[in-house]
Nanobody, 122 residues
């Protein structure tokens, strides 16, 4: 079964950092766009960051720009999300996804992980 598997979530104090990882399982997505999305309790899923398969293009939501960095290692078929200066409003389940035609639009992503919970305490 092809799936994405996230790791690295947890509890952190405001101002702290976490690094999320996402690896493909049962398939390869080395030449696909990859994105991170999140869903906070009671809210819609939202785009966080995306990266093209060559890493030549990255995009960020305004709310995380300057604090989060997305990167990828195609040799490991893994995408990362470095999160610094975390705020309580960053608390959410974070999902990674792979898309053949997009790395920013949730509706266009083809494979999703099950998510990893990030909790930021004030």
């Amino acid at each position: 079964q092809v799936q994405m598997v996230e790791s690295g979530g947890g509890l952190v104090q405001a101002g702290g950092s976490l690094r999320l990882s996402c690896t493909a399982s049962g398939g390869t997505f080395r030449s696909w766009g990859k994105g991170w999305f999140r869903q906070a309790p009671g809210k819609e899923r939202e785009f966080v960051a995306g990266i093209s398969w060559t890493s030549s293009s990255t995009l960020y939501a305004d709310s995380v720009k300057g604090r989060f960095t997305i990167s990828r290692d195609n040799a490991k078929d893994t995408v990362y999300l470095q999160m610094n200066s975390l705020k309580p409003e960053d608390t959410a389940v974070y999902y990674c996804a792979a898309g053949r035609a997009s790395y920013t639009r949730a509706e266009a992503m083809d494979y999703w992980g099950k998510g990893t919970l990030v909790t930021v305490s004030s």
